[in-house]
């Protein structure tokens, strides 16, 4: 299988894969999202994530 590398579907890619993380990062600050941030304080995932939206740990 051939991968097409030609800059307009780089492009698209690149593209699709910023709608998804900023998809990604919407649900990550829905109630859901801060239920799981505020339980899971200490995951480094969770840290990571929580900086990705612009909030900081409380200490």
Do not use: F, W
């Not at 990604?24 to 990705?52: F, P």
Request: glycine share 4%; hydrophobic share 35%.
């Amino acid at each position: 299988m051939k991968i097409d590398m030609s800059p307009d579907v780089i492009t698209k890619r690149l593209n699709i894969v910023n709608q998804l993380r900023r998809i990604c990062l919407s649900l990550a600050d829905s109630s859901a999202g801060k239920k799981i941030r505020k339980h899971y304080v200490e995951n480094k995932t969770v840290q990571r994530t929580s900086l990705a939206i612009g909030h900081t740990r409380k200490k």
